[in-house]
């Protein structure tokens, strides 16, 4: 372990603790985290440090941090933003092993401040010392009884608990933290990382996997700014099997901007977030109560072993509206075996006993029949998760006993299954049923997505997982600009098929190689000036004879050099006409934040309108290409329609594979690779690029 990353677990897991700027007064920015450790129960040293005092909060201050007696593990520094400078000097000579600065007025305001933080950054890396901040209000070892910060959220007592919760927002890691009390259920560490002059997200993260009482982690981020640390962070957490729970802003260019003036991130575009989250097994939330029931429900329940859920509800309407949301989530809801239903119309004989299985009304006057229903279910039904409906039942406090004697007898009879409860219960009610192992919901629905959120993590554990970001193809990438013709002979010697091509300078070499080539055949003006050749008349199809390709050569020279006086043209390019199969486009976006992207759709001239596209980050292999083909919303076409054939996925597999280890292996010169169409042949065929762009990056 690097020096710089066990200063990070020791700044985390401080067994000392000093607060520069420490006040007498508990309710000011530097008197809070020293009454809030001290008043937690911390078991480490608590030194308070201020030149002004001798005793602060009854503890002995000391007139600097070189004053402290041996070694201190972590930095509180709540001063001025003016002084965080010199304050920082003190504390790399010292040898601290991690800082926590507060003030702002750094990189998120821009200008000077930029700078101003570039030299924090400096003095903290320089002596391998960690800096959370600037900007921010530091975090929170709940294990430890360590509040490091001046959020009062973090000074009541938080319920033990496994979740990680690593935020860019320091407020929105404080409401968490009272979401997570008045709910009781315990989070273990809250971290937050403000503007990351040193300390990022990925660090936070690549910790909380590390870390053996972190089961759950949640993450509420901005923006990324180490893209490779943070990829290589969510492929440990999915190793490990942690289940990752994401809200990431900026979706719309307005939520992108307000991110950036935040805490001076970069948002990055959108889709590759989504294309990041899809490959590395994180499930993405849009909301704050998505967010914290998700991370809750699996820290409190666990997860499904599988996608099969029952439902069984005391409201027929209620019931239907569950077995919507769980299969548009991707849960299977199949119906209850036939015996299961006959034993049940025996007891209510105009019960609804599909799936869900509707107790109704019945239920006020035989209350037993709920646990009836859910002890048939689970006997003879072959379900990995149960969901029930008790409508306000619970909401009487008489009925909260026995409704959780039954729930927790029905855990400990199927230990093997995954429950969720859903009624108009009490938030205390809530607490005992959630601390007894049952997670607990006032609306049904949000039961439902909270198992669909369980089971989605279990198919990414139990899913083969390949990420090798060091992987490439050892196919050459040239210089310069790239003619259509140099652009697919650089695809194809990357592995990715392309049509057979000839170039020509004059009419009688283009009828020569068209003739070579078959007819008919398609004739595309050559040069590295133009992009959309059709726009300049640069593309002909249907070519059947050589007196048509001569003819055509001398008129698209004459119309292209009119539309297009200074191009430099290098003649045409000739190919066969290929007919039938799916058109599809595939290319190479490369991200600021995490490097080259992989592109796959339907193609032709709307793809652009519908947008019907996946991303995933390279290089990655064919069964992760299978998977982004899966995504499309038009995937069916792919398999026939009206009469078409099936295509060739296995070829168009391959072949995104292949572009994504070219792109893998340039990622430091590769701009983008536009493949449009690239055309999917039927089944056992193969496919083929019927035209590239390729673009370097600028010197």
Same mark, same amino acid.
């Given at each position: ?26 309710? %000011?920015?530097?008197? &809070?985290?020293? +009454?809030? /450790? ?27 941090? !070189? ?37 702002? #007025? ?16 400096? /003095?903290? %890396?320089?002596?391998?010392? &960690? ?11 709940? @294990? ?38 008045? &709910? ?23 910790? =909380? ?19 490779? !640390?943070?990829?290589? +962070? ?24 307000? @991110? ?34 998700? #991370? ?14 029952? =439902? ?51 239920? /006020? ?63 205390? #009610? ?5 601390? !007894? ?7 049904? $629905? ?6 669909? +959120? ?8 139990? $899913? ?49 190689? @068209? ?36 003819? $055509? ?19 045409? =390019? ?48 064919? @069964? ?44 430091? &010169? ?30």
């Amino acid at each position: 372990m690097s020096k710089s990353k066990q200063n990070l677990k020791r700044m985390f897991e401080a067994k000392s603790v000093a607060v520069i700027g420490a006040s007498g007064d508990p309710l %000011r920015i530097g008197g &809070r985290p020293v +009454a809030m /450790i001290r008043d937690m129960g911390y078991e480490g040293a608590l030194y308070p440090i201020n030149p002004n005092r001798d005793e602060v909060q009854g503890l002995k201050a000391y007139p600097s941090i !070189a004053d402290v007696p041996g070694e201190v593990d972590l930095v509180i520094c709540a001063v001025p933003g003016a002084l965080v400078e010199d304050m920082l000097g003190q504390c790399a000579a010292k040898g601290v092993a991690g800082v926590i600065v507060f003030a702002g #007025g750094f990189a998120e305001v821009g200008g000077d401040g930029v700078e101003a933080q570039k030299r924090l950054t400096a /003095i903290a %890396r320089g002596a391998d010392m &960690r800096m959370i901040g600037p900007n921010c209000m530091g975090f929170a070892n709940f @294990a430890n009884s360590m509040p490091a910060s001046f959020h009062p959220a973090f000074a009541r007592p938080m319920p033990k608990g496994n979740i990680g919760l690593v935020s860019q927002s320091g407020a929105f890691g404080g409401l968490s933290s009272l979401m997570a009390m008045d &709910r009781g259920v315990g989070f273990r560490h809250v971290l937050t990382t403000g503007n990351e002059g040193d300390v990022g997200v990925a660090d936070c993260l690549d910790y =909380l996997v590390d870390d053996p009482g972190t089961e759950v982690i949640l993450l509420y981020i901005e923006g990324v700014r180490d893209g490779p !640390a943070f990829l290589d +962070a969510l492929a440990k957490a999915r190793r490990a099997k942690k289940p990752v729970v994401c809200v990431k802003l900026g979706r719309t260019e307005a939520g992108a901007k307000a @991110a950036a003036s935040h805490t001076s991130a970069l948002a990055g575009a959108d889709a590759i977030y989504d294309a990041v989250f899809s490959q590395f097994g994180v499930h993405r939330v849009n909301s704050i109560e998505e967010f914290f029931d998700t #991370g809750a429900a699996i820290s409190v329940g666990g997860m499904p072993k599988g996608d099969s859920i029952a =439902l069984v509800t005391v409201s027929g309407g209620v019931g239907v509206l569950m077995a919507d949301d769980a299969a548009a989530r991707g849960m299977t809801v199949t119906e209850l075996p036939q015996s299961t239903q006959k034993k049940f119309k025996e007891i209510v004989p105009y019960a609804g006993v599909n799936n869900p299985l509707d107790v109704t009304g019945q239920i /006020i006057n035989q209350p037993e029949i709920f646990e009836q229903a859910m002890r048939l279910v689970l006997d003879e039904g072959d379900y990995d998760a149960v969901v029930g409906f008790q409508g306000a039942s619970l909401n009487a406090p008489e009925n909260v006993e026995s409704g959780l004697t039954m729930w927790k007898s029905l855990k400990t009879d199927y230990p093997d299954r995954t429950f969720a409860v859903a009624s108009l219960i009490s938030a205390e #009610g809530q607490k005992r049923f959630e601390a !007894a192992g049952i997670p607990t919901f006032r609306e049904a $629905t949000h039961a439902t997505r909270a198992m669909a +959120a369980g089971a989605y993590f279990t198919r990414c554990f139990t $899913t083969p997982f390949d990420w090798k970001p060091a992987a490439g193809s050892d196919a050459p990438l040239g210089n310069g600009t790239f003619t259509e013709q140099s652009a697919l002979a650089t695809l194809s010697a990357a592995g990715v098929p392309v049509m057979p091509t000839r170039s020509a300078a004059s009419a009688g070499e283009a009828a020569a190689a @068209a003739e070579e080539l078959g007819f008919p055949v398609v004739m595309k003006i050559l040069s590295p000036d133009i992009v959309h050749k059709s726009d300049v008349g640069g593309v002909k199809l249907n070519l059947a004879s050589k007196a048509d390709v001569e003819q $055509t050569f001398g008129e698209m020279m004459t119309a292209v050099r009119a539309k297009a006086p200074d191009a430099k043209l290098d003649g045409v =390019l000739l190919a066969p006409m290929i007919s039938g199969g799916v058109e599809t486009i595939i290319g190479v976006h490369s991200d600021p934040v995490f490097g080259p992207a992989i592109m796959f759709g339907l193609g032709g001239v709307f793809v652009e309108v519908l947008k019907d596209v996946s991303f995933r980050l390279a290089p990655f292999d064919t @069964a992760e290409a299978r998977r982004m083909i899966d995504e499309i919303r038009g995937r069916a076409i792919l398999d026939g329609v009206r009469g078409a054939p099936a295509a060739d996925v296995d070829a168009l597999a391959d072949a995104l594979a292949s572009l994504s280890q070219f792109a893998a292996a340039h990622r430091d &010169r590769l701009l983008s690779v536009d493949v449009n169409p690239f055309v999917v042949l039927p089944k056992g065929q193969g496919a083929m690029a019927l035209d590239a762009v390729i673009e370097l990056k600028d010197d």
